[in-house]
């Protein structure tokens, strides 16, 4: 089993930058592509980000390209969410997932098997 925490979150004025960091423990050795999915009250969770285990496969949902971007540190067992220009509507709960196997649609919710406990995002406008 892998276990995954988020930390990074906070209040932060529209326009500001916020580093989102996922921290992978457990059965690490399973991990295969990792992603950042947002879910803001009343709404379904979306994907925001994924990247592929080697990190030469990225994805941005169309509402955040140009703004944010995806890396990882295998050896740390880290992912990381480097937001920029944030906006109001980028307000949610941030969430990060793991697949055990190569996601044959990595902007599915339903490609990974483990998830953390998500951090909070707030952007004052």
């Known amino acids: 089993q892998v276990q995954l925490v988020e930390s990074g979150g906070g209040l932060v004025q529209a326009g500001g930058s916020l580093r989102l960091s996922c921290a992978a423990s457990g059965r690490t050795f399973n991990i295969d592509a990792m992603g950042w999915f947002r879910q803001a009250p009343g709404k379904a969770r979306e994907f925001v980000s994924a990247i592929s285990r080697t990190g030469d496969t990225i994805y941005y949902a169309g509402s955040v390209k140009g703004r944010v971007s995806i890396s990882r540190d295998n050896a740390k067992k880290t992912v990381y969410l480097q937001m920029n220009s944030l906006k109001s509507e980028d307000t949610a709960v941030y969430y990060c997932?793991?697949?055990?196997?190569?996601?044959?649609?990595?902007?599915?919710?339903?490609?990974?098997?483990?998830w953390g406990q998500g951090t909070q995002v707030t952007v004052s406008s």
């Open positions: 997932a793991a697949a055990n196997r190569p996601p044959s649609v990595f902007t599915s919710v339903s490609q990974y098997d483990s």
